[in-house]
C-alpha cells in the first residue's frame, strides 16, 4: 500500500478508500433501482391523473348536456301539446260543420218526400230561376269546397244532384237508313243500299 502524505497533514491510506468504494456499488445499484422504480410510478400516476382528469370533465359536460335533455324534451312536449290542442280544435269544429251539414240534408231529403214532383207543365213562374240559381250553386261547390268558405256555402246548394236531362225525341226517320234498338237500350242505324 502507498501512504502519501504531506507535512502539516495527516496521513491518508489509499488502500482503504479503495476498498470502502467497491463495497458500495451494491448499494448504488439498489438505490438506483428505487430511485427508477419510484419515477416509473410517478409517471403511472401522473398518466392516470390526466386520464381520471379527462374522463371527469367528460362526465361533467354529458351530465350537463342530460340537464338539458330534460329542459328540451318538456319544450317539445309543450309543443306537441299545443300543435294537438289546434288538430283537436280544428276536427272538432269539423264534426260540428259535418253534423250541422248532414242534418241540413237530412232536413232537405224529408221536404223532398214530403212535396210532390213539380209537373213541367205546372211548375210555378220561380222554377226557372231556381234551376238557374241551383246550377250555378253546383258549379261554384267544387271551388267553394276547396276554399275556407266551405262552411258558408248552403247544402241545399251544393249536396243537389244535378238535374236529369229529359232524353230528346229520336231524329225523324230517314228513307236512308234504317234504326236499329237493342234490348239494353243502345239504337244503332244502318245504310239502307
Aim: proline share 8%; charged share 25%.
Amino acid at each position: 500500500m502507498t501512504t502519501i502524505s504531506e507535512p502539516g497533514m495527516p496521513a491518508i491510506d489509499v488502500g482503504k478508500r479503495e476498498q470502502a468504494a467497491v463495497d458500495r456499488p451494491g448499494n448504488t445499484k439498489a438505490i438506483g433501482v428505487v430511485a427508477a422504480g419510484a419515477l416509473l410510478i410517478t409517471l403511472v400516476n401522473m398518466a392516470a391523473a390526466i386520464y381520471l382528469y379527462r374522463g371527469i370533465n367528460d362526465l361533467r359536460s354529458v351530465e350537463a348536456r342530460l340537464e338539458q335533455l330534460g329542459a328540451f324534451e318538456q319544450r317539445i312536449a309543450a309543443r306537441l301539446d299545443t300543435v294537438n290542442n289546434g288538430f283537436q280544435s280544428r276536427f272538432e269544429k269539423l264534426d260540428s260543420q259535418l253534423q250541422g251539414n248532414f242534418n241540413e240534408i237530412n232536413g232537405s231529403l224529408a221536404r223532398l218526400e214530403q212535396s210532390p214532383p213539380a209537373v213541367a207543365g205546372n211548375s210555378p213562374p220561380n222554377a226557372a230561376e231556381q234551376s238557374e240559381v241551383t246550377t250555378s250553386a253546383v258549379a261554384e261547390a267544387p271551388e267553394a269546397l276547396d276554399s275556407e268558405t266551405a262552411s258558408e256555402v248552403s247544402v241545399d246548394e251544393a249536396a243537389r244532384p244535378p238535374k236529369r236531362r229529359i232524353a230528346s225525341a229520336p231524329p225523324p226517320p230517314n228513307s236512308n237508313y234504317q234504326r236499329i234498338e237493342q234490348p239494353d237500350g243502345k239504337v244503332y242505324y244502318r245504310k239502307i243500299n
